[in-house]
């Protein structure tokens, strides 16, 4: 053999040495980080690019130093604990959740993982924190005080409608969060003369049906709550809105991809944006418990008037000048 093989070859494992120290250490394996991301949306969910791209500007690239492991619920809040269980036993370093439902399973899951929340109700009063500025367990995040929001919607509504007498209220009253809101909501409703009847839903099949139970010609305007099945039934909400011509009220600026009125409620993406932090801050070394929660302290109102011209609601100048977005 040639001394110049055996000097290239001797070279070569030279310059391949740390890599192998590394790798026999772990030390490699240990510089990728894992996230699980638990949500009970079936499929992509627009505002998540929001954590991914603050990822990328806080210097975790997928693939290189982090890995997402997305996981999504087939039956949404049916198979919640059991895909939180499986994403336990995978051993992320850290969780993300999106809603209130699935924080609370990640907590039931487990006590010592790092949970960071999102999209959620009121944190305390749901029982996934023992106050907003010590947590004290292993989780924290982001989250809004729901019933006020809540409320805060109907009034809007009432402003766009003020002869609405009877109002249909759709709602997943499976979610903690929702369930909380609602002796508070209707006691805001019979203070304003106003009857809100609700109507419940669980899955797609009772969207379905309670879409066809809400007597349409009876009732005077439509609340939509603020749960991930009805944005997921979304375009049938907002169709069914649309055909009965009846002024609606939705939780979130994504439903306007579906044609809808109006919206009032926290921009998701920034709310994404903001769980992308505390899983930054909590992967370099913080504790979840002394990390205080964040409350979400900015809602946009978002009105489209084309579909008010479509469906022959006249929208007051006081609610257009209020209005940070308006869609023509």
């Known amino acids: 053999m040639s001394t110049n093989i055996v000097r290239r070859d001797f070279l070569a494992l030279l310059g391949a040495l740390p890599w192998l120290l590394m790798t026999g250490s772990g030390e490699a394996q240990d510089s990728i980080r894992r996230i699980g991301f638990l949500t009970p949306m079936p499929g992509a969910f627009p505002p998540e690019e929001g954590f991914r791209t603050r990822l990328r500007e806080l210097g975790y690239e997928e693939g290189r130093n982090i890995v997402i492991d997305w996981r999504r619920t087939a039956k949404h809040y049916e198979d919640l604990a059991s895909v939180a269980r499986d994403l336990v036993q995978s051993r992320p370093d850290l969780i993300v959740t999106m809603t209130t439902p699935a924080a ?33 367990a292993n989780a924290t995040g982001v989250s809004h005080l729901g019933t ?84 997921f039934e979304g375009s049938k909400i907002a169709q069914a809105a649309r055909l009965a011509k009846l002024p609606a009220m939705f939780p979130w600026g994504e439903y306007h991809v579906h044609g809808v009125l109006m919206s009032y409620g926290p921009n998701l993406t920034e709310v994404c944006r903001h769980a992308a932090d505390y899983a930054d801050k909590i992967l370099k070394g913080s504790k979840p418990s002394e990390l205080p929660v964040e409350q979400v302290t900015r809602f946009n109102l978002i009105i489209d008037t084309h579909v008010a011209k479509s469906i022959g609601v006249k929208i007051p100048k006081e609610l257009l000048y209020r209005a940070d977005e308006v869609i023509h």
């Open 148 to 231: 006020e929001v809540s409320a805060k919607r109907l009034d809007l509504l009432r402003q766009l409608a003020p002869h609405a007498r009877r109002i249909a209220y759709l709602q997943n009253l499976s979610n903690p969060s929702s369930a909380q809101q609602m002796d508070p909501l209707h006691a805001v409703a019979r203070a304003a003369g106003v009857k809100l009847e609700t109507f419940n839903v669980r899955n797609s099949a009772e969207v379905d049906a309670q879409l066809h139970a809400i007597p349409w010609k009876e009732v005077d305007a439509l609340l939509v709550g603020a749960d991930s099945l009805l944005i």
């Open 104 to 136: 609370r399973a990640a907590l039931a899951a487990t006590k010592t993982i790092p949970i960071v929340f999102t999209a959620v109700g009121d944190a305390v009063a749901t029982g996934l924190v023992q106050s907003l500025a010590r947590p004290g």
